[in-house]
């Protein structure tokens, strides 16, 4: 269970990068994708917050849907090694690194790796939906 406080609430991480009381939700439900996790860590539990707090692992050969969006969005590594396209260019994410993604860039995230690749996403609660981008 969350641990709720005077000022709010704390997530306790358990193994496996699962969190107490932030289930995994879906991602998506349609097939532009394979293997990705998703948790809701934060923005969708009343708080007043303009921003939702998401934890998203891909498994190894996994990858997100190449999509673009109006919204920007953040992305800082937290497991593993990950590659994230920007518009055309592929980038290697480690552990603490940080990738901005700009309004309409097409974007996507994969693992190439053996291991999973987690990442936290820091988005705005209002937000447009995702259009996706073929190849």
């Given at each position: 269970?969350a641990?709720?406080?005077?000022?709010?609430?704390?997530?306790?991480?358990?193994?496996?990068?699962?969190?107490?009381?932030?289930?995994?939700?879906?991602?998506?439900?349609?097939?532009?994708?394979?293997?990705?996790?998703?948790?809701?860590?934060?923005?969708?539990?009343?708080?007043?917050?303009?921003?939702?707090?998401?934890?998203?692992?891909v498994?190894?050969?996994?990858?997100t849907?190449?999509?673009?969006?109006?919204?920007?969005?953040?992305?800082?590594?937290?497991?593993?090694?990950?590659?994230?396209?920007?518009?055309?260019?592929?980038?290697?994410?480690?552990?603490?690194?940080?990738?901005?993604?700009p309004?309409?860039?097409?974007h996507?995230?994969?693992?190439?790796?053996?291991?999973?690749?987690?990442?936290?996403?820091?988005?705005?609660?209002?937000?447009?939906?995702?259009?996706?981008?073929?190849?």
């Open positions: 269970m641990k709720e406080t005077s000022n709010g609430y704390v997530l306790r991480r358990g193994a496996g990068f699962r969190w107490d009381d932030a289930p995994d939700e879906p991602y998506k439900s349609d097939a532009s994708f394979r293997g990705v996790r998703r948790v809701n860590l934060a923005g969708k539990r009343g708080e007043s917050t303009r921003f939702h707090l998401r934890y998203f692992e498994e190894p050969g996994g990858y849907t190449r999509e673009r969006h109006r919204h920007e969005h953040v992305v800082m590594c937290q497991r593993g090694e990950g590659e994230i396209r920007i518009g055309d260019e592929w980038h290697i994410l480690q552990f603490g690194d940080v990738a901005y993604v309004p309409d860039f097409v996507q995230l994969r693992n190439r790796t053996s291991e999973p690749f987690g990442f936290l996403c820091l988005v705005d609660a209002e937000r447009d939906r995702p259009v996706p981008v073929e190849e």
